[in-house]
């Protein structure tokens, strides 16, 4: 077996512990599991969302995010003019935030990702 193969086998396993602890209300496990998940949640965003191009904007906003800089965080989303690509870098600060606790730049983020969303759909709409 590759060494991918592997580690996506031991992902799996671990992702089952959790499921398997969230059906037992087995608050303790999950939280055991937290950091890895997020991880790896956070890694495969980027993997699959990102360009290579974005990814020191993007490792600016996730510094942004771990030092709670809601101005640093707003001044990094407004520098990309793709809404949709802001909506999702929000969401995946916004994730980041909540793990780190940060609920006031949480909120922000979403805020902002939903306006993007949001102008994105209008746009749309007047143009048909």
Do not use: P
């Not at 580690?7 to 087995?26: G, P, S, T, W, Y």
């Not at 904007?57 to 510094?63: K, P, R, Y």
């Amino acid at each position: 077996m590759s060494d991918e193969m592997q580690e996506m086998r031991e992902l799996l396993e671990e992702i089952d512990r959790v499921l398997d602890a969230a059906q037992e209300n087995d608050l303790d496990t999950i939280y055991e599991h937290r950091a890895t998940i997020v991880s790896m949640y956070a890694q495969a965003m980027v993997e699959f969302h990102f360009e290579e191009s974005q990814l020191d904007w993007l490792n600016d906003l996730l510094g942004a995010v771990e030092s709670d800089d809601i101005a640093g965080c707003r001044r990094l989303l407004a520098l990309e003019e793709d809404g949709e690509m802001v909506f999702l870098a929000s969401q995946f600060a916004a994730v980041m935030a909540g793990f780190f606790h940060h609920d006031e730049c949480l909120t922000v983020l979403q805020a902002i990702g939903l306006q993007a969303l949001l102008k994105k759909i209008s746009n749309q709409r007047q143009k048909n």
